[in-house]
């Protein structure tokens, strides 16, 4: 059985930083490609950053590079999204998907709120 958990959500302070991770289980996790969306209230779910399987190649939305990052740790099968410098228009339900190369059909997790607020 295929299952993503985030977790690492929180509330914090504009400027403030979170570490989102997502724990994979019941597929290889080495063969997908990992990725972060994010969704805010009243809008739709937007792509924010995904890695290659061997976590060699990144890719980002351009107004998040520089404060986020994502890596992964396939020993643990776990992917993270570092997030810097947050802002309150970062508040959203963060989500990680999985992906395999070429296929059309993705898994996704529950996903975590995250909320920028002073």
């Known amino acids: 059985q295929v299952q993503l958990v985030e977790s690492g959500g929180g509330l914090v302070q504009p400027g403030g930083s979170l570490r989102l991770s997502c724990a994979a289980s019941?597929?290889?996790?080495?063969?997908?490609?990992m990725s972060w969306y994010r969704q805010a209230p009243g809008k739709e779910r937007e792509f924010v950053a995904a890695?290659?399987?061997?976590?060699?190649?990144?890719h980002y939305v351009d107004s998040m590079k520089g404060r986020f990052t994502i890596s992964r740790d396939n020993a643990k099968n776990t992917v993270f999204l570092q997030m810097n410098s947050l802002k309150p228009e970062d508040t959203a339900v963060y989500y990680c998907?999985?992906?395999?190369?070429?296929?059309?059909?993705?898994?996704w997790g529950q996903g975590t709120q995250v909320t920028v607020s002073s």
């Open positions: 998907k999985a992906r395999r190369v070429g296929a059309a059909s993705a898994y």
């Open positions: 890695v290659t399987g061997n976590g060699n190649g990144t």
């Open positions: 019941g597929f290889t996790f080495v063969n997908y490609v």
